[in-house]
């Protein structure tokens, strides 16, 4: 089992900027994927950025790219998520999402950002 715990959700004014963190704990040692997604009010969740844990490889959805940043502390066995220039679109609740080789993807509790002037 692995446990993800997230945090550093918010309220933020278009523009604004916040960091989500997601720590890792339990069976990390073949966790291959760590990554956030998010849903918002009455859409699909949808991908967000991943980043793979041997090379630190980064992807990211269109409409995040160039404002958004993921990140990994191996040492902390935490992802971050750097989120610049923040728009109301950006409004939903974000999960930290991790997956383990030939067993699975795991989900954090979620954590509500909200842009809004």
């Known amino acids: 089992q692995v446990q993800l715990v997230e945090s550093g959700g918010g309220s933020v004014q278009p523009g604004g900027s916040l960091r989500l963190s997601c720590a890792a704990s339990?069976?990390?040692?073949?966790?291959?994927?760590m990554g956030w997604y998010r849903q918002a009010p009455g859409k699909r969740t949808e991908l967000v950025a991943t980043i793979t844990t041997s090379d630190g490889n980064t992807n990211y959805a269109h409409s995040v790219k160039g404002r958004f940043t993921i990140s990994r502390d191996g040492a902390k066995n935490t992802v971050y998520l750097q989120m610049d220039s923040l728009k109301p679109e950006d409004t939903a609740v974000y999960y930290c999402?991790?997956?383990?080789?030939?067993?699975?993807?795991?989900w954090g509790q979620g954590t509500q950002v909200t842009v809004s002037s």
């Open positions: 339990g069976s990390i040692f073949s966790i291959d994927v």
């Open positions: 999402y991790a997956r383990r080789t030939a067993v699975g993807g795991y």
